[in-house]
């Protein structure tokens, strides 16, 4: 949904809170970029307090900074910040995957598959968008089957920092048949009931995600015109 569509007022701050994540995610909002809680408003058309209170959510989980009375701006895309961002996705991912194979059914199992699938779909199609929900469709399955909330609230509040890159970067992260194949395995190697070799798979992908990353820097695809 864009930006400048109106705001219904029923659970305000979170949904001012999801569209301007979002925004920043797709790179509406672009990483150095100043934003006026006034102007957010008026975009909006709301009034200035929950887009200050969904500001103080965003800065709490990164995606915003903030100099009191100075400015507030969309955080850059920082390679440090990244690199440990991507650590404890991957330690939170295996995690997830060692705790939830043991008691994963067939209908997780059928889950991954359909989500995978509809990634596959998205991939050819270009659709980065789709792409990422279907991906995020396909962790969260042992992520729930893991029944760990403090471990899903962590994953939620990270996955915009990695997702700022990947849909930026869509064909050169995503696009290949690379991670279509990850997925496959992972299948596999839950349904065998292998918990420690499906952590270890999953954390071979995510690394392999980093050294993409890292080399996108290397070759600075990531510097941005800090404006407004």
Not at 48 to 54: F, H, S
Not at 177 to 183: C, Q
Request: proline share 4%; glycine share 6%; hydrophobic share 40%.
């Amino acid at each position: 949904m864009s930006l400048d569509s109106p705001v219904s007022r029923r659970l305000l701050s979170d949904e001012v809170f999801h569209r301007l994540r979002d925004s920043i995610v797709r790179g509406e909002l672009v990483p150095g970029e100043k934003v006026k809680d006034g102007e957010l408003a008026e975009r909006l058309g709301l009034s200035r307090t929950p887009v200050r209170e969904a500001l103080a959510r965003l800065a709490d989980i990164g995606l915003v900074e903030a100099k009191p009375g100075v400015y507030t701006r969309i955080t850059t895309l920082n390679r440090r910040d990244v690199e440990k961002t991507l650590a404890v996705l991957r330690s939170l991912d295996q995690l997830a995957i060692e705790t939830a194979v043991p008691v994963m059914t067939e209908q997780d199992l059928e889950g991954m598959r359909e989500a995978n699938r509809d990634f596959e779909q998205a991939v050819a199609a270009n659709d980065t968008t789709a792409a990422l929900a279907a991906d995020d469709r396909f962790h969260a399955v042992p992520i729930s089957a893991a029944d760990n909330p403090v471990l899903s609230r962590i994953v939620e509040q990270l996955h915009p920092q990695i997702h700022r890159i990947l849909y930026r970067k869509f064909s050169t992260l995503l696009g290949g048949r690379n991670t279509i194949e990850h997925h496959d395995q992972l299948i596999d190697v839950c349904a065998g009931g292998d918990a420690r070799a499906a952590a270890e798979l999953s954390g071979q992908h995510w690394s392999e995600l980093g050294g993409h990353i890292n080399q996108l820097f290397d070759t600075n695809q990531f510097a941005e015109a800090a404006t407004g």
